[in-house]
């Protein structure tokens, strides 16, 4: 797969998707600059960041719903950039549902069949299919007042599908649902996904969202691509400042370089495998550590240590996330809530261990 880079270098020519240097300005402000992306056929790809990165932007211009100041849209190999959204083929879902409330669960997955005038049997043939799709064939003949948040967005997902269309959008469709439906949802949507092998674009805010759905992940900032790979990839080895403290919990500390593979933090000395990112040995370098890469017992692969102080305990259920000072910065580590290991109280004096492959030194960014 072909990853983005904001220099608007060219993609991949059998790509399903093919955005092209796209460019978009609201008057004098820019909000998104040299974005350049190459979709594979049945790929789902959600384009994270945080509000205002020109992420929801960007879903529409490729739905048709804003022009590009500059650059081209390819879907299945035709320049559909001054073509409308009905003519692009393109299902779109919105945080809002948009579900008609005039009329029943059926008529609204069927309002998008009846529009291209499918035959009635056709039609009525393709919302059945739909509605066992997404597991709600009992509501045909409700209305969606009589819907619930989680039964609303299932109803918008299946009436955007109806229509097979060649790209699903999904522009943060689960924000506005509570926590328990939000991951419930986001796995029926990803399987009704994989079911019908549809190209799909997904919106959020929310990195588990991105995190958990994506074969790609695009972090956005700033109008740009910082980062594009697969979820394991964003998070383990971040490019940047940005998509490394964006993307998941994360300690940024200061250090020297002393040599390619070794740093001091605070006067005391680490190891790295992943090299100082273009510092010069006697720099002042930033470095990043993941709270779950750290602990209290040394292990095999843990052969870096840093002498702290505990400065707050907080408790999170299943874990308790410690801060802890080290010199005059600071830095948290997580640990599982076991009822016979309990926590360091405040005050305390311990050793921390982590891996050199765990030590991250992050490029100055311009």
Known sequence: MLGICSSGASTNSMAYLDLKDLHKAFGAARVVS???LAVERGEFVSFLGPSGCGKTTVLRMIGG?????????????QDVTALTPARRKVGMVFQAYALFPNLTVAENVAFGLKVAREPASQTARRVDEMLELIKLPQLKDRYPYQLSGGQQQRVALARALAVRPKILLLDEPLSALDAKIRVSLREEIRAVQRELGITTVFVTHDQEEALSMSDRVVVMHNGRADQVGAPFEIYNAPKTRFVASFVGTLNLLEGVALAPDRLTIEGQGITTTRGLAGAAVGATVSLALRPEAIGPLPTPERTNKLE?????????????????AVGRQSLTYVTF??????PPERGTALTLWFGPDDVLVLADEA
Request: glycine fraction near 10%; avoid cysteine; charge should be negative.
């Open 34 to 36: 040299d974005f350049t």
């Open 65 to 77: 719903f804003e022009t590009p100041s500059s650059g081209r849209i390819l879907i299945d190999g």
């Open 308 to 324: 702290a102080t505990v400065v707050d305990v907080g408790f999170q259920g299943a874990l308790v996330r410690v801060k802890v």
């Open 337 to 342: 809530n076991a009822p016979n290991s309990p």
